[in-house]
């Protein structure tokens, strides 16, 4: 009796096309929000250190904020919702954010290039290129184990 209730809590499959979709859609959040940061701080004559810590603020912002809209919209309540997007997102964001802002703060020039530089563009497009890459396969990890968007995907029906 104890193994038939088991057998059918195991986590959803984890296949690469529902990490990507995944990723995706945490790449969208993030990448809203990071440009958002980054105008707005480069447009105000910030240092590197504001612009960088409201550019990662933005991101989990607006990555949350998409993951919100798609539960709220199934009609759970605002308070369940956002523990779900915590718990779906916060690592992936995390991920993302690491290694996008790393390859920014570690290519030459690219904390300094400003919105009308090629650098500024090119800089911010390949380190979220790469973040996605490093990320995809952590939303899969998480979402093998039932973590993840795993936990959002009940509310997508």
Partial sequence: ???????????????WAMAVQATLHCLTGCAIGEVLGMVIGTALGWGNLPTTVLAIALAFVF?????LRGILKAGLG???????ALAADTLSIAVMELIDNG???LW???MDAQLADVL????????LVIAFAVTTPVNKWMIGRGKGHAVVHQYHH
């Fill in 1 to 15: 009796m104890q193994h038939e209730t088991h057998a059918h809590h195991h986590p959803p499959a984890a296949t």
């Fill in 78 to 84: 605002f308070r369940a919702a956002f523990r779900v």
């Fill in 63 to 67: 990555g949350y904020s998409l993951t």
């Fill in 120 to 127: 500024f563009w090119a800089s911010l497009a390949i380190s």
């Fill in 103 to 105: 390859v920014i703060v």
């Fill in 108 to 110: 030459p020039d690219a």
